[in-house]
């Protein structure tokens, strides 16, 4: 499954709360189609987000997809009327999900589901066995094509392996918050794709100086240095920066492209250390 490193995250194209459509759905509509057209060929997604607004908008804006785009969606959860995301990671939940993002995407199989772990707080130890050995099920069965694991820990991404094969991790990751930094350089060496979410996410009061400080330096924002350094972090990190806008969508993809010298990324280190 070869995608490009930089990706696009559906989620910010629900409304408030990830709940319900879009103000702007033709907005939301153009976005999608740009991504596409400025050569991104990896979108993340969910039906749980909206619930199935993202993945009804993106089945509008792109079905038939492109042969060289990539969908991925998450099971593990779902919305309440409350706007909350109860867990949902029994075999039944799993399998009804799965069929419920082959619906909204339209679609005969899914290029790759990941299994969200934990809930909204966060991570915590809970067994992965029956809901991760389910998806291995519907990937044998042809539903699922590739396999991944979300806000997860380093213990259950290595009991996930033990079920299946994982092509990917996708969890909370930054300049600020380096908890996977091992994992990172683990999954690295087996080829295993991260895909860290909340770029920007977890920063103490005094951090956002230091990473404005590399920003003015090199006339670029905070926001495209701190993508710019998890490319250069690691080579197996793959990106997916959400918006609603094409014009930050565009300032996202040259932004990643910011060039960090070896000084740069010393500075920008000592932030999460």
């Given at each position: ?41 990896h979108i993340d997604t969910s039906a ?14 792109l079905h038939p997809y492109p042969e ?90 290595a009991e996930a392996r033990s079920i ?110």
């Amino acid at each position: 499954m070869t995608v490009t490193r930089f990706g696009y995250g559906a989620m910010r194209l629900a409304g408030p709360g990830v709940m319900g459509p879009p103000a702007d759905r033709d907005g939301a509509i153009a976005v999608l189609r740009e991504a596409v057209r400025l050569g991104i060929t990896h979108i993340d997604t969910s039906a749980a987000y909206g619930p199935r607004v993202t993945n009804e908008l993106i089945r509008e804006a792109l079905h038939p997809y492109p042969e060289s785009l990539r969908i991925a969606t998450k099971v593990g959860a779902f919305r309440d009327e409350q706007g909350g995301w109860p867990t949902a990671r029994d075999a039944q939940s799993i399998r009804r999900q799965v069929h419920e993002n082959l619906e909204t995407l339209g679609v005969d199989a899914l290029d790759l589901v990941n299994l969200r772990m934990g809930n909204a707080a966060g991570r915590r130890p809970e067994p992965v066995a029956e809901a991760f050995g389910t998806l291995v099920e519907l990937q044998r069965q042809g539903l699922v094509r590739h396999l991944g694991i979300s806000n997860a820990t380093a213990e259950q991404v290595a009991e996930a392996r033990s079920i299946g094969a994982v092509v990917c991790v996708q969890n909370m990751y930054n300049l600020a918050v380096r908890d996977d930094d091992a994992l990172i350089d683990e999954l690295a060496a087996d080829g295993i794709a991260y895909v860290p979410y909340f770029p920007l996410g977890g920063f103490t009061p005094l951090q956002p100086h230091a990473l404005s400080a590399v920003a003015a330096r090199l006339n670029t924002t905070p926001m495209s240095v701190a993508l710019a350094w998890l490319l250069h972090r690691s080579p197996n990190i793959l990106l997916i920066p959400g918006t609603s806008s094409v014009r930050h969508l565009r300032e996202n993809i040259a932004g990643a492209a910011v060039a960090l010298s070896p000084h740069d990324m010393a500075e920008l280190d000592k932030i999460g250390r």
